[in-house]
């Protein structure tokens, strides 16, 4: 499976699957998809983005990854909408 094929699964799972996602614990989830979209995209910003969303950015990304899921239907930096 490649990269590209992840993320679009992850982005087609049903919008409970996704929020249950988002709990602060399971984000590092979402922080590990967004590395994936990094190295997806060849781009180190979209990397270091991600590595971010992960370790300082933890106790906040999932309040925003929560309000992103129900507006737009996916985590932010993930789909898309606006940044994907």
Known sequence: MEMK??????????????????IPCVEIFYGVCRIIQGVNKNDVIWIV???????PGAFF??????IWVLL?????????????
Do not use: Q, R, S
């Open 5 to 22: 094929e992840f993320i679009d699964i992850v982005n087609k799972l049903p919008l409970v699957a996704k929020i249950l996602l988002c």
């Open 49 to 55: 983005l991600g590595i971010l969303t992960i370790i």
């Open 61 to 66: 990304m999932w309040i925003i990854d929560v």
């Open 72 to 84: 737009y239907g996916h985590a932010i930096l993930l789909g898309e909408t606006l940044f994907g």
